[in-house]
């Protein structure tokens, strides 16, 4: 099994499109890609602590490829919007890959510039971040899986 990061948003939206993905072993959502140790909803939710509603991806790639989870990635979210998806705004819902190999990063990379030169987003510009995964911190447990928990289908301002 590999593992793969993404943030694109509010991560229920994210945790819920990753994990109807065939392949896909598991999802957690998280806090990545910030400066503080230990965030918690409310700290990020502040926009203080420099981290992201991330979803760590636990994949099988006999079944899928990191490739085709980034074409996931693409199709999910507004990629040219800076630091905001939807109504949600702010840093915690910024565009990011956080890669955690050498192969990440570059396939990451190379799949953005893929997309920026197609006609899917001709004359915007995609601001996605490609950073590197530092400590990826799971979400409060009321957080998991919320989509099937509560029943809901779309995600609201913290």
């Known amino acids: 099994m ?23 072993i598991s999802t957690r ?6 400066h503080t ?5 409310k700290k990020v939710c502040e926009g203080n602590t420099g981290h992201a ?12 490829s ?5 074409d996931v990635f693409w199709n999910i979210h507004d990629p040219t919007t800076l630091n905001r ?7 915690q819902y910024r565009s990011a890959v956080f890669y955690l190999t050498p192969e990440q990063k570059e396939a990451a990379h190379a799949s953005k510039e893929r997309v920026q ?11 996605t971040e490609v950073t590197q995964a530092g400590i990826f911190y799971p979400a409060e447990e009321y957080h998991q899986k919320y989509f099937q928990k509560t029943g809901r289908t779309s995600c609201s301002l913290c």
């Not at 140790?37 to 909803?41: K, V």
């Not at 509603?53 to 899928?64: A, G, N, R």
């Not at 030169?117 to 601001?127: L, N, P, Y």
């Open 117 to 127: 030169a197609s006609e899917r987003f001709k004359g915007m510009k995609i601001v």
């Open 29 to 34: 959502v998280g806090y990545t890609g910030g």
């Open 66 to 70: 990191y490739d085709n989870l980034l």
């Open 53 to 64: 509603e991330s979803v760590e991806i636990e994949f099988d790639p006999q079944l899928i």
């Open 85 to 91: 998806q939807g109504p949600d705004v702010g840093s």
């Open 2 to 24: 590999e593992r793969a990061i993404f943030a694109a948003g509010c991560f229920w939206h994210v945790e819920d499109a990753f994990s109807r993905v065939k392949g896909v």
């Open 37 to 41: 140790a230990d965030p918690t909803y």
